[in-house]
């Protein structure tokens, strides 16, 4: 837990941050709403949860969630869009792995919030 706080001090010392926090423009809002939608699918959330130990290919996204290579393509093909994950092609497969360290942190801080309210 202790690297998760000293996450949380890192983040509110950035200037982006601590400059935004008085008067948020309307516009990133928007966006922040946006982005917060994309995690807002079961199967998206379990995408992610798997890429939290590392890259995987979308075979073995789909075999570890019993779940059709169409549809981990489709799912993966949003979070792409979004930002959330990031591709890379090795010959004919594709591997896929979280965007960048934030989107852990995103997904960690939720969990850990329904966790906390669950008494857990």
Do not use: W
């Amino acid at each position: 837990m202790g690297r998760m706080i000293s996450i949380y001090e890192n983040m509110n010392t950035c200037s982006y941050i601590k400059n935004a926090r008085n008067d948020i423009p309307v516009d990133v809002l928007f966006e922040l709403s946006e982005f917060f939608k994309f995690f807002g699918d079961t199967t998206r959330i379990r995408i992610i949860h798997l890429m939290l130990s590392g890259e995987l290919s979308v075979n073995e996204i789909a075999e570890k969630l019993n779940l059709e290579q169409s549809v981990v393509s489709h799912q993966l093909r949003i979070l792409r869009t979004a930002n959330l994950v990031k591709p890379r092609r090795e010959g004919r497969k594709m591997f896929y792995s979280l965007d960048d360290e934030h989107i852990g942190l995103i997904f960690n801080t939720g969990l850990t919030h329904i966790l906390h309210k669950k008494g857990k």
